[in-house]
């Protein structure tokens, strides 16, 4: 078992990983952290590819640790790509093995953290890290965990590190395409992220104008779709902008008496598919071509926005103040306009999903904004 933090005069050794899945501006995070257990006299360091640098430091130089040194940190850019990399998308309870098979390394990292005689993890991570590090706690991890989402799909908290970035750089793209669509007077269909959530394709749509927004909350009858855009497009106008999210859901309502929809959804259609499957299946039904396009990975990349850059060091320096209060177990969230500490338990096996009453939705629909629901 991890032992626990001793008191207020006592030498500290502090860790810090990063989930699986890249996000911009990871740098913030890890330098909030750092330099707010640096004025505590803490020794932080740095754990390579999540748990990765800890299991196997014949892999890496200085054994899969970085000293997050005051130099170091203070030469650290915030807008580069992550100096601890990011973890394998592999749950370290069950892990795949040439030889033996499924094993579960949880006792090992256990072992390996004690050895290194570091006392706390804080860990930067997104839903599925969550419930991993939830886990470890119960094994006996002391943990502090930062949400870290470019869909803003973890639950409890309201804005997780990484999406105000990733909605910046959506809104950007979706502009060039409504662009490219008014130019040459056709419709584009196009594929954000937001597999369990439509945050980014609500948020985005409601910025670039959009006449349809399609999200996994809201399934959705691509036949009232072509009926709205047959009614906006016109010789003035004859072009549309159609924002689906790639985990959008789609409804067929049937005409006999029991009035029972069945539902078909494209869960099961990779990625970076589905603004070509919604714009083949439109196509029949509207005049106007219709083009899809794929924002897809492209949203993760570029620099850090300020309100990141301000998230992230904020949620660092925020995981420090929890483990100096002597949280434990818990996940730093941001409740505007205060950072709060809630349980793992609270958030673990979660999505912050779009809800019907959001806000969001009131002010897309008052913009002439299609969100598929029955006309």
């Known amino acids: 078992m991890i032992k626990s933090l001793g008191h207020a005069g006592t030498h500290r050794r502090v860790a810090i990983n990063v989930g699986s899945g890249f996000v911009p501006g990871t740098n913030a995070v890890v330098m909030g952290a750092a330099i707010a257990g640096g004025k505590l006299g803490w ?10 640098g800890l299991l196997y430091p014949e892999r890496y130089p200085n054994a899969g640790l970085i000293t997050l040194s005051p130099e170091l940190i203070e030469n650290l850019d915030p807008a580069t790509g992550g100096i601890l990399g990011q973890a394998p ?3 370290p309870f069950h892990t795949s093995s040439v030889d033996a098979g499924e094993i579960d390394l949880s006792d090992e990292i256990l072992k390996r953290l004690k050895e290194e005689d570091i006392d706390a993890l804080i860990s930067i991570v997104g839903g599925q890290g969550l419930g991993i590090l939830h886990k470890l706690h119960n094994k006996g991890l002391h943990t502090v965990c930062i949400p870290r989402s470019i869909e803003n799909d973890v639950a409890i908290t309201a804005v997780s590190f990484g999406f105000n970035s990733t909605l910046s750089i959506t809104i950007e793209m979706l502009n060039k395409a409504y662009q490219a669509a008014k130019s040459a ?3 584009a269909v196009v594929e954000v992220p937001g597999e369990q959530s439509g945050w980014i394709a609500l948020q985005a749509g409601i910025a670039v104008r959009a006449d349809a927004v399609l999200i996994p909350e809201i399934p959705c009858d691509l036949k009232n779709v072509a009926s709205r855009l047959k009614d906006k497009i016109s010789i003035r106008r004859p072009y549309g902008l159609i924002v689906v999210a790639e985990g959008a859901k789609f409804v067929d309502y049937p005409t006999d008496q029991d009035d029972k929809s069945v539902e078909n959804s494209l869960e099961t259609i990779a990625a970076g598919q589905v603004a070509g499957t919604v714009a083949a299946k439109l196509q029949p039904m509207i005049a106007t071509e219709i083009y899809p396009l794929v924002i897809g990975s492209w949203a993760r990349g570029g620099n850090p926005t300020a309100t990141d850059h301000q998230l992230g060091m904020a949620y660092g320096a925020g995981a420090v103040q929890a483990l100096k209060a002597g949280q434990n177990g818990v996940m730093v969230a941001f409740m505007p306009p205060d950072i709060r ?3 793992l338990a609270d958030a673990v096996n979660k999505v912050r999903t779009v809800p019907a009453d959001s806000e969001f ?13 029955r006309l």
């Open 341 to 343: 500490f809630v349980p």
């Open 89 to 91: 998308r592999v749950d």
């Open 185 to 187: 007077s056709k419709i």
């Open 43 to 52: 020794e932080m360091l740095g754990i390579r590819d999540g748990f990765e």
């Open 361 to 373: 939705m009131r002010i897309a629909q008052s913009l002439g904004i299609y969100l598929g629901n």
